[in-house]
């Protein structure tokens, strides 16, 4: 993810997953398959997401619960616009991107459009 490290965007996905608060441990213990961390590393990776409004926290006994300030797509959506925003010519960064597009992806992109159309 844009602006994000490996193991930020790791964390993200962990907490993400959950869709409710949780603990350091319990991010920990999702990650523990893939990668071997200390308790530490992880909490110093999501107080650097939480510094950075990305994740907030509550206090919870001697420890804190962490949930995302916003959903994965609208994080995604955000790093879009971003990227949009350095393309320079709009126009043509679009163009761009739409040519890349499979076929199922320009279905993904027409009913996304058609939702927002009813709004």
């Given at each position: 993810?844009?602006?994000?490290?490996?193991?930020?965007?790791?964390?993200m996905d962990r907490i993400w997953s959950y869709g409710a608060p949780v603990s350091v441990r319990q991010v920990l213990?999702?990650?523990?398959?893939?990668?071997?961390?200390?308790?530490?590393?992880?909490?110093?990776?999501?107080?650097?997401?939480?510094k950075k409004g990305l994740l907030r926290r509550q206090p919870s006994g001697r420890a804190y619960l962490y949930e995302p300030v916003v959903s994965q797509e609208a994080h995604i959506a955000q790093i879009m616009q971003a990227a949009l925003a350095e393309g320079g010519n709009r126009t043509m960064t679009l163009i761009h991107f739409l040519e890349r597009l499979t076929p199922d992806e320009h279905a993904t992109l027409d009913a996304a459009i058609r939702e927002l159309g009813d709004r």
């Open positions: 993810m844009h602006g994000l490290g490996e193991l930020e965007s790791a964390v213990e999702g990650l523990q398959g893939s990668r071997a961390l200390a308790y530490t590393t992880v909490m110093t990776v999501m107080d650097k997401l939480h």
